[in-house]
T-cell receptor, first 112, second 117 residues
Framework: DQQVKQNSPSLSVQEGRISILNCDYTNSMFDYFLWYKKYPAEGPTFLISISSIKDKNEDGRFTVFLNKSAKHLSLHIVPSQPGDSAVYFCAASGDGNNDMRFGAGTRLTVKP | DTGVSQNPRHKITKRGQNVTFRCDPISEHNRLYWYRQTLGQGPEFLTYFQNEAQLEKSRLLSDRFSAERPKGSFSTLEIQRTEQGDSAMYLC???????????????FGPGTRLTVL
C-alpha cells in the first residue's frame, strides 16, 4: 500500500533557481514528516523534518512546507546547486511510530 | 568514523543459501532499524529494536527473515533459503529519541547489496 507518494520521478532545474519537490500522503495518522537525500552507493542522508503542529520548517537553503488538509508536503531548495543533484525521498510516520513509510523518490538534477 | 556501518557492502549468493548481514549503529543510539530497498522504490521498513528488544517485526517479509540485536549494540539480519526476489539493498538505520520528544530522525548506513543468483 503506497501511503506516501512522490509522483514526479525526476526534476531538472538550473543552478541558482528554486527546486520544488512534492510529496502526498494518504494516512491521516502521520504526524512527522522527513526528507532524505541519497547519493549513489550511499545510504539516505537526513535533510530536514517537520511535525504536524507546524506548517513550515526552514534550515538554510532548505524549507519544508506541510499542508495537512491536502495531505501534501513539499521541499524547496533555494538557490539550487549542482551538489544538490541526488534522489530525494519523502518519509512519514505516525504517533511516534517507528514504522516510517517512504515515497519512491524524485531524482533531482541541477544543471550548472 | 562515527556513522552507521554495514557489512558486507556486497553479497552474491546462490538461491537456497542463507545469508547474514551485520549493522553497527551510532554508538549512543538505542534504536536500530532494518529496511529493504528495491530498484526505483524507497526504503521499505522491515523491523526495529529498542536496545535489545525487537519491538516490531510484523513487517518482516516472510518467516525466512529474522533479525537479532543480542546485546543492544550491533544487529544481524538473516535471510534463510534465499530466493531471487530477495535481491535488493538492505539498509540499516539508527536513532536516539530527543529528550521530551517522540520524534526522531533515523541515520542510515551505506547498505548491503544482495544479489541472489
Amino acid at each position: 500500500d503506497q501511503q506516501v507518494k512522490q509522483n514526479s520521478p525526476s526534476l531538472s532545474v538550473q543552478e541558482g533557481r528554486i527546486s520544488i519537490l512534492n510529496c502526498d500522503y494518504t494516512n491521516s495518522m502521520f504526524d512527522y514528516f522527513l526528507w532524505y537525500k541519497k547519493y549513489p552507493a550511499e545510504g539516505p542522508t537526513f535533510l530536514i523534518s517537520i511535525s504536524s503542529i507546524k506548517d513550515k520548517n526552514e534550515d538554510g537553503r532548505f524549507t519544508v512546507f506541510l499542508n495537512k488538509s491536502a495531505k501534501h508536503l513539499s521541499l524547496h531548495i533555494v538557490p539550487s546547486q549542482p551538489g544538490d543533484s541526488a534522489v530525494y525521498f519523502c518519509a512519514a510516520s505516525g504517533d511516534g511510530n517507528n514504522d516510517m513509510r517512504f515515497g519512491a523518490g524524485t531524482r533531482l538534477t541541477v544543471k550548472p | 568514523d562515527t556513522g552507521v556501518s554495514q557489512n558486507p557492502r556486497h553479497k552474491i549468493t546462490k538461491r537456497g543459501q542463507n545469508v547474514t548481514f551485520r549493522c553497527d549503529p551510532i554508538s549512543e543510539h538505542n534504536r536500530l532499524y532494518w529496511y529493504r530497498q528495491t530498484l526505483g522504490q524507497g526504503p521499505e521498513f522491515l523491523t526495529y529494536f529498542q536496545n535489545e528488544a525487537q519491538l516490531e517485526k510484523s513487517r518482516l517479509l516472510s518467516d525466512r527473515f529474522s533479525a537479532e540485536r543480542p546485546k543492544g549494540s550491533f544487529s544481524t539480519l538473516e535471510i534463510q533459503r534465499t530466493e531471487q526476489g530477495d535481491s535488493a539493498m538492505y539498509l540499516c538505520a539508527s536513532s536516539s529519541p530527543r529528550t521530551g520528544s517522540i520524534y526522531n530522525e533515523q541515520f542510515f548506513g551505506p547498505g548491503t547489496r544482495l544479489t541472489v543468483l
